[in-house]
């Protein structure tokens, strides 16, 4: 039972005891920072810390002079430019609309012309039918008319 605990203890050792690949990483850190950089690193962090402060000093309240001058005549041309583009689009469905109406009035006038011409084709049948007619019942008359007299 010992034996089995002690290799229960070894597997967990090797799967979650991270301490051997960390300590290693922690002096491949170190080496690289302290030995190869040295201390441009810090070097580079005051030079930043230097910037930030004289910016914060000096910068930012004349940008916020420039902010409260130039932001207020930037709010108006924003606005105007908003009026205008909102102008632009009303005209422009407008125009859109007025193309709608105008595409609807052709396809009405193509249905008309359709139903005009579909009209007198049927007009053009019904009169041949009806020559066709008259003619057979002139035929018919005819025929009956001289039967008539031959009877007689």
């Not at 597997?11 to 051997?20: A, E, G, Q, S």
């Not at 910068?59 to 583009?85: H, Y």
């Not at 009169?127 to 057979?136: A, L, R």
């Amino acid at each position: 039972m010992a034996a089995i605990v002690k290799d229960a203890g070894e597997i967990w050792t090797r799967l979650f005891d991270h301490r051997p690949y960390l300590s290693g990483e922690i002096k491949f850190f170190l080496r690289e920072f302290e030995e190869k950089r040295q201390d441009r690193e810090v070097e580079r962090l005051f030079i930043v810390l230097e910037r930030v402060t004289e910016i914060r000093d000096s910068q930012v309240d004349r940008l916020k002079q420039s902010g409260e001058t130039s932001l207020p005549i930037l709010n108006t041309n924003l606005d105007a430019a908003l009026n205008m583009c909102n102008r632009m689009i009303k005209s422009e469905e407008e125009h859109l609309a007025d193309n709608s109406l105008e595409a609807k009035r052709a396809l009405r006038k193509a249905d008309w012309e359709n139903f005009i011409s579909d009209m007198a084709g049927r007009c053009s049948k019904v009169d041949s039918t009806f020559q066709e007619k008259e003619g057979e019942l002139r035929e018919f008359y005819q025929d009956l008319e001289a039967k008539l007299y031959i009877v007689k």
